[in-house]
Structures are given as structure tokens and as C-alpha cells.
Nanobody, 121 residues
Framework: QVELAESGGGLAQAGRSLRLSCAIS????????MGWYRQAPGKQRELVAT???????TYVDSVKGRFTVSRDMEKNTDALQMNSLKPEDTAVYYC???????????????WGQGTQVTASS
């Protein structure tokens, strides 16, 4: 059993900042990639940012220079610092973790429950 617990998010004015955090718990052997996705009303879920176990990061073009993803390997947590928010950043944000389960070594692809981020103009 693996659980992802998200925190943070909420309402902020455009131009302001918010921070999301995600903590993973359960029978985990290894997490190789952690990431954040978002889904706006009427749109498909899209990748926002990822960070690997060797701290390589990727970002969707629309957030480059504004969002920063980080990771704590020991605590199995990651965070998404969102600066200079824009109204188009409004969406439900989901934490994702990919890796292997403990004991069985089965592939793991787990999701958080989602947290709302609203940037008002």
C-alpha cells in the first residue's frame, strides 16, 4: 500500500506564489521519478514538472522560469514552488511517483488525491 499526501495550494492573486508539497509513504523500494501534473476544467491532465533520483528536472514550457520542483530523497517528499502565478495556472494539481515496490519489486505509478490551485486576475 502506497499513499501520496499532498499539501499546499489554495487561492492566490496573479503574480503571487504558492508552494505544493507531496509526501510518499508505504512499502517502497525506490522512487526514480516524482512529478506534478495538473488538470484544468475541460482540459486533459498535463505534465508540469518532474525530478528524477539524480535530480534531473523537466518542466512544461509554460512554467519554465516560474516554477521549481525539488526533492528530498531521504524523506521521500517533493515540492513545487510556484512563483509569478498566472490565471492560466489555475487547475487541480496532482503529485505522481514512479518507481518500484518493496518485496515484490513491481512497478509503482502512484497518484495523490489532487489539490486545487487558483490564481485570480
Amino acid at each position: 500500500q502506497v499513499e501520496l499526501a499532498e499539501s499546499g495550494g489554495g487561492l492566490a492573486q496573479a503574480g503571487r506564489s504558492l508552494r505544493l508539497s507531496c509526501a510518499i509513504s508505504g512499502n517502497i523500494f525506490r522512487i526514480h521519478t516524482m512529478g506534478w501534473y495538473r488538470q484544468a476544467p475541460g482540459k486533459q491532465r498535463e505534465l508540469v514538472a518532474t525530478v528524477t533520483s539524480d535530480f534531473r528536472t523537466t518542466y512544461v514550457d509554460s512554467v519554465k522560469g516560474r516554477f521549481t520542483v525539488s526533492r528530498d530523497m531521504e524523506k521521500n517528499t517533493d515540492a513545487l514552488q510556484m512563483n509569478s502565478l498566472k490565471p492560466e495556472d489555475t487547475a487541480v494539481y496532482y503529485c505522481n511517483a514512479q518507481g518500484r515496490l518493496l518485496y515484490t519489486y513491481e512497478a509503482l505509478n502512484a497518484w495523490g488525491q489532487g489539490t486545487q490551485v487558483t490564481a485570480s486576475s
